[in-house]
């Protein structure tokens, strides 16, 4: 499967893409889990980065496009397909892409947008906890992890991602409006473009994509 996950801040990209990953045995790719890996090593990137990040932006496009070449190039795991979770996220990365799969003889087979009202959003962030090794996210109340602020698989501490604030959600929402709104006209315009509502339970969403999944086939 080659595909994009579309979706405003805490739609549920990182909940859904697992589940993608592990039924098509394909490389998941989440831009924020990546640059938040670069912020942890404190690299040059990640310095630069960070601030752009807890102020809600977008790290240039020139960037977040070597980013994901290099990975679709080298990631072994990519070889079977891949779901991009936060990329592209404005209309230059969307190009981009597209030229890129081109080049490779290769092209998208969905374009999935999980629809959901900004009102949900808040809740949802300021919740949410997350395993930083391995990107798994949790929520206090809508998905608690089995024991209070640890990790089910490894045990270790979950800790609140930088920028799930309430203040900086703001931020986020107002640049996904911006920015990432366009990116969806650009995919609407394609046959592959196709809508979930992001607003139900995580079992009923990824049944919405099962079907979305099965009309392909
Ligand atoms: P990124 O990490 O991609 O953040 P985001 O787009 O704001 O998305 P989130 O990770 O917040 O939401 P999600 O949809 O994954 O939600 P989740 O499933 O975890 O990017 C961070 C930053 O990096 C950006 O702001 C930007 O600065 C930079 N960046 C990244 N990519 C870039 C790019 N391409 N170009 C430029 N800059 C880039 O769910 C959220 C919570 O809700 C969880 O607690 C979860 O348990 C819960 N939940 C999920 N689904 C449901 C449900 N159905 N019902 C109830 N609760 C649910
Ligand atoms: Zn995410």
Known sequence: ??????????????????KIKEKFCACHLATGD?????????????????????????????IMVGMIKSELDNNPECKNGFILDGFPR???????LDSMLAERNEKLDHAIQLIIDDALLVAR???????????????????????????DV????????ADDNAETLKKRLATYHQQTAPVVDYYKKKSIWRGVDASQEPGQV????????????
């Open 1 to 18: 499967i080659r595909m994009i996950l579309i979706g405003p801040p805490g739609a549920g990209k990182g909940t859904q893409s697992p």
């Open 34 to 62: 990546m640059l938040r890996s670069q912020v942890a090593a404190k690299t040059p990137l990640g310095l630069a980065a960070k601030k752009i990040m807890n102020e809600g932006g977008l790290v240039s496009d020139e």
């Open 90 to 96: 404005t209309v230059p990365q969307a190009e981009r």
């Open 125 to 151: 962030i300021t919740g949410r906890l997350v395993h930083p090794a391995s990107g798994r996210s949790y929520h206090r109340i809508f998905n608690p992890p089995k024991d209070d602020m640890k990790d």
């Open 154 to 161: 490894t045990g270790e501490p979950l800790i609140q991602r």
């Open 206 to 217: 990824w049944q919405q994509m099962l079907k979305i999944f099965e009309e392909k086939k």
